[in-house]
């Protein structure tokens, strides 16, 4: 990995959006202390530094907050209708924008929530979706990083569903756009659906500069952060090179940046790819000193991600056939499980999708005695070839079935 990553400690893990808010905040407190004891005079000067520097960030809020102290001062303590008359109008202004940030920050929450506990949403969950972007969208004229923010997250997440990965690109651009204008340091998100977006289209080499763009200025070791070094992974295993994926994903590890304290999301999508690295070097495609993975503690492990019935579960039964293909005791547990993952595959995945026809060649592997020759020769016969993969969910597909195919088929007799 770039050498440059290995910089936890500068201060541009910091972003100047960050420090402005932080001071901001402090600020806020110590405000509302002196206004308390009745002292507001003594901080009126850094209160109106402040304001003036929330606004520059659309931190509204806030400025809701210093305009409205600012007003009681002016027309109060100082006895200026003036300058109480203009921060009366700051005061509204802002605390009504407030009031609409809170609004889309609820909207937002209600929806988030379920979308980032399955990687392949209901038509029940896209339809809310939808509506709820429909709604936002008519928030997007305020002057607000926050309405913005979430409104172009869901507007992305929705273009997701419908594989419309140009209106992503598109949408990303124009959010990002109105950030820099503004000098917010958000757009990191925007940089991951940009991302994923030039993965669905084969375009890695985009894809790498998107993430690069975002990841220096990421602190390491935040769930953040992890997200991007993630997609760099996945990046390596669609282009074949597997020593690469695991060696990005080694330096993660081994400098404990992958930890439990993760949102729970992401720790356990970094737990597949472990998973998944482990049957590589099974496969012979990875050379690695050590890579302790047990399918016991991982299948204990995937809690959030055992409920979504028809996303992230493909690739929890996938592993619990494939890095059971090396010793007899494995081989006995998938006779034992085929039954069971037949009839899962055969009621939550979509037919004629890539999962479930993955599926159905994958469990001709016990008919076909763990031979490669008669377990192809069944393949051939009674199972149709994989739709093109361009456009598929790469966090679902971390690596392309056509490739883990054949390299089952290289694990077998």
């Known amino acids: 990995m770039d050498k440059r990553s290995n910089t936890s400690t500068k201060p541009k893990s910091i972003s100047n959006t960050q420090k402005a808010f932080a001071a901001c905040s402090d600020m806020a407190i110590q405000m ?15 209160v109106l530094a402040h304001f003036k520097k929330a606004k520059k960030y659309l931190f509204n809020k806030l400025a809701g907050e210093f305009a409205t102290f600012l007003q009681h001062y002016y027309y109060v303590v100082g006895q200026n209708e003036k300058l109480g008359a203009k ?3 700051f005061a509204l202004y802002y605390n009504e924008l407030a009031y609409y940030e ?24 896209v339809t809310r979706l939808k509506e709820i ?11 607000s990083a926050e309405i913005w923010i979430r409104t172009y997250l869901l507007l992305n997440a929705y273009a997701t569903h419908q594989s419309d990965f140009n209106l992503i690109i598109k949408q990303s651009h124009e ?12 757009t990191f998100p925007f940089y991951k659906d940009f991302a994923v977006a030039y993965i669905q289209t084969g375009d890695y080499d985009a894809a790498v500069v998107a993430i690069n763009k975002a990841i220096d200025g990421i602190k390491k070791g935040t769930s953040s952060w992890s997200v991007f070094v993630y997609y760099r992974v996945i990046i390596e295993l669609h282009r074949k090179n597997y ?27 970094w737990y597949f790819v472990k998973g998944y690295i482990k ?13 302790q993975f047990k399918i016991g503690h991982f299948l204990n492990s995937i ?5 979504d019935k028809s996303g992230h579960k493909i690739n929890t039964l996938i592993l619990k056939i494939i890095l059971r293909l090396d010793s007899e005791n494995g081989r006995e547990n998938i006779i034992k499980e085929r039954s069971a993952i037949k009839k899962y595959s055969e009621e939550n995945f979509e037919q004629g999708s890539r999962a479930r026809i993955v599926f159905r060649r994958l469990l001709h592997i016990v008919p076909g005695d763990f031979n490669a020759e008669i377990v192809q020769e069944k393949v051939a016969k009674n199972v149709e070839p994989l739709p093109p993969l361009k456009g598929y969910n790469p966090d679902l597909e971390m690596l392309p079935y056509e490739d883990l195919w054949e390299m089952v088929l290289e694990v077998l007799d």
């Open 102 to 125: 809170k609004i889309v920050k609820l909207k937002f929450s209600s929806i988030s929530f379920a979308l980032n506990r399955t990687k392949s949403p209901d038509l029940i969950l």
């Open 175 to 186: 959010v990002i756009e109105f950030l820099n204008k503004k000098g917010i340091e958000r």
């Open 303 to 307: 809690i959030v991600f055992n409920k």
């Open 243 to 269: 020593q690469k994926a695991y060696e990005i994903y080694q330096e993660a590890e081994n400098k404990r940046y992958i930890k439990k304290d993760l949102n729970k999301v992401i720790y356990e999508t």
């Open 133 to 143: 972007c429909d709604e936002l969208k008519g928030y997007l004229i305020y002057d």
């Open 87 to 89: 921060f009366t109008e």
């Open 279 to 291: 049957f590589l070097i099974l496969a012979g495609k990875v050379e690695a000193e050590s890579h």
């Open 32 to 46: 509302e202390k002196y206004a308390k004891r009745g002292e507001s005079e003594l901080v009126v000067e850094d």
